[in-house]
């Protein structure tokens, strides 16, 4: 589930592995901050996440009888993530850079 997922992948948040990229998906931001045995496992989870995310993002849009609004439903989902994401976090910036918050 979303929930157990998010769990699972919090730490990584925290430690600055993985950050809330401008697409409104998630992305490794630096793999060193992750022991190499939990790698493989961690980008699973991001795998999963961003399906996830993928697939609600395409429901909207669908259930808006909108599919072209999906680029825009991924930007304002990005922008509201970064928002709620606590002090320490990192994020992409408009330009695409690491920035953490």
Do not use: C
């Not at 699972?8 to 430690?15: A, G, L, T």
């Not at 989870?45 to 991924?74: F, T």
């Amino acid at each position: 589930s979303l929930r157990e997922n998010h769990k699972q992948i919090r730490p990584h948040y925290v430690s600055g592995a993985i950050g809330l990229m401008r697409d409104g998906s998630i992305g490794l931001r630096d793999a060193n901050a992750i022991p190499l045995a939990e790698r493989a496992q961690v980008n699973a989870l991001i795998a999963q996440a961003n399906r996830d995310r993928a697939a609600l993002y395409r429901e909207i849009a669908l259930a808006n009888k909108r599919p072209e609004w999906e680029g825009e439903i991924r930007s304002t989902f990005a922008q509201r993530w970064i928002e709620r994401a606590p002090a320490g976090w990192y994020y992409q910036n408009p330009s695409g850079a690491w920035v953490q918050k």
